[in-house]
């Protein structure tokens, strides 16, 4: 008889979360295990299988008694799956030889999961691997079921029939190789971790693409907006000029008239310096408006697109303005 329970999972089962030990259930805990626990057993009664181990199972994360794996155990039996309920038979002589130095009344569990998984042996086939070459990342499954490293030495359960075990390790095709095994029949085999070919390392991601080239189209008629702006700020100077300008004019004309062309009494300070503020802002809006002009035609000829290398314009400031030269 093995006593190695951990071996493998089958895809007939499904990893049980274990719930409270039964010494430190709550009262609560405990009946809504028991509530499970009963349906489990109406169901299996009534030969519903697969529903009474969703019951049994449901129980056991409650509370984790042998007595309730020991019920999944038999039910799996019943519904021909060997394989898993051996391998649930060991877990349960496990829970409950652990469980016996706290309460004797886990002994029948005990017993008959011994008694019972002895029944079940003499109708599986056992395979014991000898893996060699593995490295730490290398892993076994037997029948689609992946093998903890721990186990690989143990004698895994196997229903009679063939059975595939793969061996993967990274950098290697995995290595296949199926058994066929008789009911009762033992065998160990030995595999390579490295049989399977190498596989070549993945080639390095391409460069990648240089960025396209920069629109200079674009990037120039962007400029087009602000030789707007400028320009109108220039044609805002020119405009406050001419209104300044004539006020100032206005005014000079005014007190050059009162005054006789000499001297102007202290009444007429107010329109003296009137007058002297209105040709400053004149001036300075002559100013604006030159640069602002200057400015605005400067980036609208910026902004132009080049069409040709031989394409070409200025700016030229003459003594009487300003004037835009070029050819095409």
Not at 129 to 144: E, F, K, P, R
Not at 253 to 260: G, H, P, V
Not at 309 to 325: K, N
Request: glycine share 10%.
């Amino acid at each position: 008889m093995f006593l190695a329970v951990s071996l493998c999972s089958t895809s007939t089962t499904i990893a049980l979360a274990d719930g409270v030990l039964p010494d430190a259930a709550t009262p609560v805990q405990r009946e809504q295990a028991q509530q499970r626990f009963a349906r489990g057993k109406d169901l299996m009664t009534k030969k519903d299988y697969e529903g009474a181990l969703t019951e049994f199972r449901a129980s056991h994360e409650i509370v984790a008694s042998p007595n309730t794996r020991l019920e999944i155990s038999r039910c799996l039996r019943a519904a021909g799956k060997l394989v898993a309920a051996y391998v649930e038979l060991g877990r349960t002589s496990v829970e409950a030889k652990e469980l016996l130095a706290q309460d004797n009344r886990y002994q029948k569990a005990y017993d008959a999961a011994t008694n019972e998984r002895n029944e079940i042996e003499p109708k599986l086939g056992f395979v014991t691997l000898d893996v060699q070459n593995a490295t730490d990342a290398t892993t076994v499954s037997i029948g689609g079921e992946e093998i903890r490293r721990a186990a690989w030495a143990e004698p895994a359960p196997v229903a009679p029939g063939a059975t595939d075990v793969v061996v993967s390790t990274p950098g290697h095709e995995p290595a296949k190789r199926t058994v066929t095994l008789a009911a009762g029949q033992k065998m160990t085999l030995p595999i390579d971790a490295m049989a399977g070919e190498a596989v070549p390392a993945a080639a390095p991601p391409p460069p990648p693409a240089p960025p396209p080239p920069a629109d200079t189209g674009t990037s120039r008629t962007s400029l087009r907006p602000w030789a707007y702006v400028a320009g109108g700020v220039g044609a805002a100077g020119l405009v406050t000029f001419g209104i300044f300008a004539v006020m100032a004019k206005s005014t000079y004309d005014d007190l050059d008239k009162a005054c006789n062309g000499g001297p102007c009494p202290a009444s007429k300070n107010g329109e003296i310096s009137s007058g002297k503020t209105q040709q400053v802002v004149a001036n300075v809006g002559l100013g604006v408006g030159i640069v602002g002009l200057a400015v605005g035609a400067t980036l609208f000829v910026l902004s132009m697109p080049k069409s040709t290398p031989d394409s070409g314009a200025a700016l030229v400031v003459t003594p009487t303005g300003l004037r835009l030269d070029g050819y095409f």
